[in-house]
């Protein structure tokens, strides 16, 4: 990409990008609202009595609260602001509409915000992921065909013919997630039992596989390259990833059933997809490490490709957990387990928030024309959520494993199995602390970059 | 010749969603065709009371499906963990969850599976246990609920009750030793 020339041409963009600007900050809001929600759920594991008096205050409430914060109010409104950012970037023009753009956000938003009310409340559909009530679900749906028509249009009016691997990655996953979420969240309406569970696991599933995972893949391919100033590592491999996750992917959601009330041969196919998702997994990474090559010094110096390298090593474990998980002997023991919480908190802040966290503190100096407000406070953000993750993740691991293990010894009673799990547990309330520290960093130099705070520290500039 | 896709935004659109929809009908549309025992009740299920249902609809509004799963596996482990007295625990069969809506089937074991819970204890035990598990079981994270307790002069309570009592009953696999008789 003929970066300087770009870089030029994108600091004459006017009256600027509300749209992508307004997701991120709505974005990063929720994250650190919903990461001391997770925290004091953690607590809860320390202290199951404390906060215990008020319904709304109740595990089962916060639970969802967390996930679908994190999912939806952080997660995808993160992708969604990244992709109104880069979308006309690689297509050499500007978005559709912000307008259209402005009113997806408000919708977006107004459905997030009611929905801390409802899952509070215990109003929910008692489906994983799905919990949202319908009326919140339509907005959902609502909200991201406004944003899917709005970035495709950008793309059928683009100035490059050539489509950069982000752009497939950020059509698929509009695609995909439309029919996804829609299955997840509508069609289950219509089933009971193993027939629902089965549509439930496929949503589940494919919301990480095909809604984050394309979306995170596609910022980190199109953020690696810009932060490493380095060309992509190789086209052709990308081409191979994307068409092969786009087959495999959408099979695996029964292996969240495995041993369960469900036909064998459909948990055999999920189990041999599951690990044919090797494939995809290795055409990433070795893109991603190779184009990084060369030029590891910099990451020494770069949080943004701290993040996007840690993000990248986190996404290439939690994939390779994913396939062996889905063996059975091993599902066995870690299934219904907390190795399983420490697997899913890996993929979502590990790989695919680190992700959106490198693209924001790339992407927002750039939108406010002003060097980030402090690459030191960006370093630190980073320790604090990659040595917090850390704990968080192998705490879990070894307490799950262990718990799986006790489990799978009948002689054991039940609570036993509870009570070995409380170093791990008060570990995990730890490391929380921990990242959510660094999300607060993280947050805070954000928004002074935004608002154009004085720097405590002269950072050098970011001329990337 | 996968080298047109990047160029042309319309082809590259109609490939992933073809690849993606052939996974998405195969596993499931396909299975909700061919598998009948999915959808077929097993014998001697009854439907839930509207009691068991208001119960239920507490289990779902106050999130116990976050903590406890509903299934006993294919596990040689599952069947003899929520067994009784000797006697194992029937697997769970798709037939027995036909009237489930939303399943609940779970997916972690914070504590332990409910599928087959009904009869184990009697209705002061569930008491007890809701107000505070800890009464009851020193050590347990299970939250207390000391407002289904209270709450609608005690009908929660008795709502809740019946719907864990309800469970696991499709098989009727320990007629004799049972808390309510």
Excluded at chain 1, 249 to 268: E, R
């Amino acid at each position: 990409m003929t970066s300087e020339v770009k870089r030029a041409a994108v600091s004459e963009r006017g009256p600027g990008e509300p749209t992508a600007m307004g997701f991120i900050i709505s974005s990063i809001v929720f994250f650190v609202i919903t990461a001391l929600v997770g925290i004091l759920a953690a607590l809860k594991f320390v202290w199951p009595e404390y906060l215990g008096s008020m319904s709304f205050l109740t595990f089962g409430r916060m639970r969802p609260l967390h996930v679908n914060g994190i999912l939806f109010g952080w997660l995808l409104a993160a992708d969604m602001g990244l992709v109104y950012y880069v979308v006309p970037r690689l297509c050499g023009n500007r978005l559709w509409s912000e307008k259209l753009g402005l009113i997806t956000l408000g919708l977006f938003d107004a459905v997030v915000l009611a929905a801390v009310f409802t899952t509070l409340g215990g109003w929910t559909q008692g489906l994983e992921y799905a919990e949202l009530p319908l009326p919140l679900d339509l907005g959902v749906t609502v909200a991201w065909v406004l944003f899917g028509v709005n970035i495709f249009a950008t793309i059928a009016t683009r100035k490059h013919q050539q489509m950069y691997v982000s752009l497939w990655y950020i059509m698929g996953a509009i695609v995909w997630t439309a029919f996804v979420y829609i299955t997840g969240n509508f069609a289950t309406e219509l089933f009971s039992g193993v027939n629902q569970a089965n549509l439930n696991w496929f949503y589940v599933h494919n919301a990480v596989g095909l809604i984050f995972t394309p979306i995170g893949l596609a910022l980190a391919y199109y953020f690696i390259p810009k932060a490493a100033q380095a060309p992509l590592y190789s086209h052709r491999l990308s081409m191979a990833g994307f068409w092969t996750i786009a087959f495999i992917y959408v099979w695996t959601g029964a292996h969240h059933m495995l041993h369960g009330p469900i036909s064998q041969w459909l948990q055999t196919v999920a189990i041999l997809c599951s690990v044919m998702l090797i494939i995809p997994v290795w055409t990433v990474i070795t893109n991603f490490y190779g184009t990084v090559k060369g030029r590891w010094n910099r990451v020494n110096s770069d949080p943004i490709l701290k993040y996007l390298i840690a993000g990248t090593t986190f996404y290439l474990l939690t994939c390779f957990q994913g396939p062996m998980h889905s063996l059975r002997t091993v599902n066995a023991i870690v299934s219904k387990t907390d190795w399983i919480v420490g697997h899913a908190h890996m993929a979502v802040l590990g790989a695919f928030s680190f992700f959106a966290i490198a693209g924001m503190l790339f992407a927002v100096p750039l939108m406010v024309r002003r060097p980030l407000y402090s690459a030191k406070l960006a370093q630190q953000s980073f320790w604090l959520m990659f040595t917090g993750g850390l704990i968080y993740f192998v705490s879990l691991w070894i307490g799950g494993f262990i718990q799986g293990l006790q489990w799978n010894n009948p002689t054991i009673p039940f609570i036993d199995t509870v009570i070995a799990m409380r170093p791990y547990w008060i570990a995990r309330a730890f490391s929380g602390v921990i990242i959510f520290a660094g999300v607060v960093l993280f947050f805070y130099n954000i928004i002074q970059t935004i608002k154009g705070g004085v720097k405590p520290v002269a950072a050098e500039p970011r001329t990337a | 010749m996968f080298g047109k896709f990047d160029k042309n935004a319309l082809m590259l659109f109609t490939g992933a969603l073809t690849f993606f929809l052939i996974g998405g009908l195969m596993t499931t549309v396909l299975p909700w065709i061919t598998e009948k025992s999915w959808g077929n009740p097993v014998a001697g299920l009854k439907e839930y009371s509207d009691q068991e249902l208001r119960g239920r609809a507490i289990y779902i509004r106050e999130g116990c499906w976050y903590c406890h799963t509903q299934q006993v596996r294919t596990l040689e482990s599952d069947v003899k963990r929520y067994g009784w007295r000797g006697v194992d625990a029937p697997i769970s069969l798709p037939g027995e969850f036909t009237r489930d809506k939303p399943h609940l089937f779970g997916t972690r074991r914070i504590g332990p599976d409910l599928a087959r819970v009904g009869g184990k204890y009697d209705k002061s035990w569930h008491r007890t246990h809701f107000n505070n598990p800890r009464d009851l079981v020193p050590g347990s994270v299970m939250p207390p609920f000391p407002w289904i307790v209270t709450s609608n002069g005690g009908k929660d309570l008795d709502d809740l009750v019946a719907y864990v009592q309800s469970l696991g009953r499709g098989r009727d696999w320990r007629p004799n030793h049972d808390y309510e008789q």
